[in-house]
C-alpha cells in the first residue's frame, strides 16, 4: 500500500521557471492538502481540495495554484518561481468523516525539496 | 478559522528524564487534535490523536496527551525520555475541512 506519493522529491528551479508537484494517494481519500514547511513556521496550508473537482485556499495561497481532476491526484503549480518559494512541500490525505462515518488523522507524503535560485 | 500555538521552540532533555510540550488550540467547536513527530529528512508521523470521549489518550512510543477544554490545551507527555525520541513535534487541530499545525517544538535529548 503505496499511501501518498509526491512527486519529484527534490528539485531546483531558476527564478521565474514553472513546474508542477504532484501528489498521488491510493487511499481513496477525500480530502487532500498541500502544505509548505520552513524552519520556525511548521506546516502552513497552501491549499486543499475537499473532493473532486473543488479546490480552497488555504493560509499562504499566493504564488501557486492547484487542480483536482482526479479524487486520487492533487497538483500544485508554480508558474513563476520566487527564491521566497523555496521550502519543503508536503501533501496530505483525509478522509470525509461525514462520508466513512469516522474520525481520522491526515496521511503525509514524504515531502519535495525544492529549491528556487 | 483555527489555529495552534507550540510556545516551546526548542527543548532539551536529559535521557530517561520525564518530557511535557505544550499545545494551546483556538477553535470554536470540539477540536480534532493531533501530535505527529518528524525526524529529520522524514515525513509526518502520527502520535496520537483525540476526536472525543476520554481525555487522556494514548499514543504509539510511550507518548499520552491529555485535552483540557477549559485550557484549550492539549499537552503531550512521556514519562521516560529515549534518544531516539529526539525530532521535531508537531501539534494540529483539524477542523471539517481544513488541518492547522502549529510552528513545532525540537526535542534534543542529552546523554
Known amino acids: 500500500n503505496a499511501g501518498v506519493t509526491q512527486t519529484p522529491k527534490f528539485r531546483v528551479l531558476k527564478t521565474g521557471q514553472s513546474m508542477t508537484l504532484l501528489c498521488a494517494q491510493d487511499?481513496?481519500?477525500?480530502?487532500m492538502y498541500w502544505y509548505r514547511q520552513d524552519p520556525g513556521m511548521g506546516l502552513r496550508l497552501i491549499h486543499y481540495s475537499v473532493g473532486e473537482g473543488t479546490t480552497a485556499k488555504g493560509e499562504v495561497p499566493d504564488g501557486y495554484n492547484v487542480s483536482r481532476l482526479k479524487k486520487q491526484n492533487f497538483l500544485l503549480g508554480l508558474e513563476s518561481a520566487a527564491p521566497s518559494q523555496t521550502s519543503v512541500y508536503f501533501c496530505?490525505?483525509?478522509?470525509?468523516?461525514?462520508?466513512?462515518?469516522?474520525?481520522?488523522?491526515?496521511?503525509f507524503g514524504q515531502g519535495t525539496r525544492l529549491t528556487v535560485v | 478559522a483555527q489555529s495552534v500555538t507550540q510556545p516551546d521552540i526548542h527543548i532539551t532533555v536529559s535521557e530517561g528524564a520525564s518530557l511535557e510540550l505544550r499545545c494551546n488550540y483556538s477553535?470554536?467547536?470540539?477540536?480534532?487534535l493531533f501530535w505527529y513527530v518528524q525526524s529529520p529528512g522524514q515525513g509526518l508521523q502520527l502520535l496520537l490523536k483525540y476526536f472525543s470521549g476520554d481525555t487522556l489518550v494514548q499514543g504509539i512510543k510511550g507518548f499520552e496527551a491529555e485535552f483540557k477544554r477549559s485550557q484549550s490545551s492539549f499537552n503531550l507527555r512521556k514519562p521516560s525520555v529515549h534518544w531516539s525520541d529526539a525530532a521535531e513535534y508537531f501539534c494540529?487541530?483539524?477542523?471539517?475541512?481544513?488541518?492547522?499545525f502549529g510552528a513545532g517544538t525540537r526535542l534534543t535529548v542529552k546523554p
Open positions: 494540529a487541530v483539524g477542523a471539517y475541512n481544513d488541518m492547522r
Open positions: 496530505a490525505s483525509r478522509p470525509n468523516r461525514q462520508v466513512r462515518g469516522q474520525n481520522t488523522e491526515a496521511f
Open positions: 487511499m481513496n481519500h477525500e480530502y
Open positions: 477553535y470554536g467547536a470540539t477540536p480534532y
